[in-house]
């Protein structure tokens, strides 16, 4: 019913900036929302950040001032701006879109390694 595809991951030095991307498409309700989670090797996969349609945000507290979430309703795409890149962000981040009548669907997931 709805697919999204993630792109952006990759090889960068800590300090360094990535930009995730997530296109979603399908039956997409209008009013729903999407978000970034990461799960690194042995942990549990956690929240990193949630946008409405109307561009709400909420971060955890790990990447706060770090990461930016954005969204393009016209284009069905959520964005995720990492700066200040940590080895701890190391993981494999998945997009998420949700909403209340048509249930949640998961992105494919895509690697970011944060390595000198």
């Known amino acids: 019913q709805v697919q999204l595809v993630e792109s952006g991951g990759g090889l960068v030095q800590p300090g360094g900036s990535l930009r995730l991307s997530c296109a979603a498409s399908?039956?997409?309700?209008?009013?729903?929302?999407m978000g970034w989670y990461r799960q690194a090797p042995g942990k549990e996969r956690e929240l990193v950040a949630t946008i409405t349609t109307g561009s709400f945000t909420k971060y955890a507290d790990s990447v706060k001032g770090r990461f930016t979430i954005s969204r393009d309703n016209a284009k069905n795409t959520v964005y995720l701006q990492m700066n200040s890149l940590k080895p701890e962000d190391t993981a494999v981040y998945y997009c998420?879109?949700?909403?209340?009548?048509?249930?949640?669907?998961w992105g494919q997931g895509t690697q970011v390694t944060v390595s000198s």
């Open positions: 998420k879109i949700s909403s209340g009548w048509n249930g949640s669907y």
């Open positions: 399908g039956r997409i309700f209008s009013d729903n929302l």
